[in-house]
Every structure is written in C-alpha cells, then in structure tokens.
C-alpha cells in the first residue's frame, strides 16, 4: 500500500466508539443545568427528546453522502460533489475555512469543560484553569501522534469508561426507587404556547451540542472497513445509544434532586452522587466524567484532523496539509496546526461562550448546505447512484433543513451575525485567491 494514502482498518466496533466518545464529552454534564434552567419545569426532557430526533433525520443526510463519498473529509467531499464543480469549490472551500476556525473550538470547549469539572476535585484560580485546559489539548495531540490501528484500540478503551460511567449515574436512580417520577409529572405545568416554543429553540441549541458527534465516522471515511455499510451503522446505533443513556441520566438526576438545584448546579452530577453515594463516590464520578471529557477531545480532533488534509491532498488547500507521517502514515501538519489554534482558544474562551458559537458558525455551510447539496446531487444523478437511501426521501431531508434553520435562529442575533460574517469574509478569501491563483 502506498504510503500517500490512508488505510482502511476501523472496524463497526471502533467507528462506533468513536463516534459515542465524541458525542458524550463534558457537554451533557455541563448543559443538563443550563437545560434545565432554560425550560424551567419537569418538561425539560422535551429538549433532549428533540436533540435526539434531528439527530436522526441529519443522519440519514450523512448516510447517503458519506456511504457515496466515503473518503477522508466528510463535508468536504460531500460539498464539492453535490454542489458541482463551480459551486462546489466554493462550498467545500468554505466548509474548511469555518472548519479552521471551528473545530479548534470544538476542542478547545472540550478541554475547557475539562478544567471547568476538575474544580470540584480541587480549586483552581484562573490561569491553572487554562493550564489545565492547555494540558489536555498538548495530551491528546500526543496521543493520537500514531497509526490509525493504535487510535482505534485507544478509542475503545475511551469508550468503555463512557458506558461504565453513564451505567452508574443511570443505576443511581433507578436503586433509590423514583426512577419514573419524572416521566410520571414531565408535563405539570405545561402550556403549549410561543413562550414554550421559544424555551424549547433555546434549550435544544444546548442539547443539541451534546449529540454533535454522531457523523465523525464521515470525516473518516478513508479508513473505514466496508463503508457502505458501516458508516450508517455506527451512527444509527451511536445516536439511539446516546438517546437512551442521556434521557435515562436526565431522568435518573430529575428523581433524587429538585429542579431548583438542577438549574443552579455547575457540577450536577457530581451532587447527585454525593447525595445517593458520598463524598467520596462523588469524588470517584467526577474523575470518571473527566474522562468522558478527554475522551471526547481524542475522538473530535482526530476527525477534524482529517478535513485539512483531504482538502490539500485535493488541491483547494495549501499543500503543506497534505502530508501524512512518513512511518505512522496519519496527517500530522493538520493534526498539529488544529491542536496549536485549539490551545490557544482554550486560553481566551469560556465553555458557554462556544457552544452557541459553534453551531451558528456550522450550521449555514455544512448542516443545511450539504442537505441542499443532497437534494441537488440526487436531482442531477439520480436517487440510484447514492449507495444508502433513505426512507420517505426528500422528507427527511427537508425537515432537516427546516429544524437547523430553527436551531440557527435560536442561536441568538449576535451568533447568527457572527456566523455569516465569516462564512461572507470566507466568500471574499476564496474569491481573492482564485484571482491571484489566475493572474500568475
């Protein structure tokens, strides 16, 4: 096998892995309170319950572009080929401009969230908060410095503390015997009216960020075994795994502490295990989430570390990312540029600050840009040449389209500007360099 080429062996088990290692890190420890906060009643859940569903019908966007396209890039490629060859040099263009800026704020939220938690272990002042987030960051960058068959064992070891922790926050509720309370009163107090609706936007946005991560087989895609089947797998069953484990947590807290100091914890679980367990339980979960949120940061950077240099390697990017690891056969000039920005993010951001941030500034180009992409490819080349098709099509595609437009709005004024500001500056970039590129 050529060296120049990335190589195929991640297996379901492993996809999976990491795919629900990216999706449970410090955000649904972090978000529960901010959630419910937002919603302010038992019917909080709803919030969850609707984070779960748009991820479902995104999925089935990303099954029928990543089993087609099931290179190393994910929305990279998919822009490019469902755009055309004009637009969607543009588009792809775009995707890994925002991806430049925004991935290292994935893994800077991360690694903040990190810092953030461990100051229930011990207390920390402000610049060993950011030490500790910094640490994290040059970790993993080390950890995944190695060949793609060592990542893969790595992840599922992430994995398994993921289960065995969300296990036993579950387990913690169901024991004390009020389990189904919450279930039982979710809609006390419930009125179906625009102040609800509004609540809703607002607290899916949070909740939301906590499934993001059920598509990062795609940006692997180049070194998946069998993707066309193993690409919509590993989300499916990443997605109704993480449903079920948040809604059980949710409602395994709800059952043991009030709402009131649901809403107001900064470690929640935390005090919830210390309420059911003790101090030093307590103690012990809290390293447990802490390796959730490392988890989290391996699993996110090493699918990000793999846009730049699909987009060099194809030549709409500057070369230097193309280059893999002469022995360990990985893109480390991507890897170690994406981890050098997200250290640095990590020193002048705070968790909440990102989250909104985030998705404002992915939603316009990837999420509803490659569904309108999907739409457009399938109209040009025919619903037979995609290799996994939804059922119900173009419904699910539309929905899509229509819920992350809610979602984006929900963001607030200032993110939604923010977004499209540099998606436009991005515009202006690629337009500048294809004059220069066409003046030489």
Known sequence: MSQSQLSRH????????????DMVGIGPFVVLSVVAEIMHGPWFLYAWIAGALLSFIDAMVWSELGTTFPAAGGSYNFLKESFGPRTGKLMSFLFVWQTMIQAPLVIASAAIGFAQY????????FWETKAVSGAVIILIVFLLYRNIETIGKISVTLWIGVLVTMVWIISGGVAQGHFLEPIR???DGLELNMAFAAALGAASVKSVYSYLGYYNVCHLGG?????????PRSMFISIAGIAVLYLCMNISVASVLPLEQIEK???VISEFIQQLAG?????????????????????????YSRIPYAAAKDGAFFKVFAQLHPTKNFPYISLLVLGAVAFVFSMFFKLKEVISAILAMRIMIQFIGQAVGLLALSKRKGRAFMQWRMPLYPVPVILAILIWVGIFISTGGTMMMAGLGVTLLGVIIYYLKNQLQAGR
């Not at 070194?223 to 690409?231: K, L, T, W």
């Not at 101090?279 to 699918?303: N, Q």
């Open 10 to 21: 991640l297996t379901l088990l492993q996809a999976t892995a990491i795919n629900m290692t």
């Open 118 to 125: 461990t100051m229930y272990l011990y207390p920390l002042g």
């Open 185 to 187: 009163h979710i809609n």
């Open 223 to 231: 070194e998946i075994i069998a993707p066309q089947r193993n690409i």
């Open 265 to 267: 914890s900064n470690f």
């Open 279 to 303: 101090p030093t339980a307590a103690m012990i979960v809290t390293v447990l989430i802490l390796w959730i949120a490392f988890a989290s940061v391996f699993s996110a950077t090493l699918g």
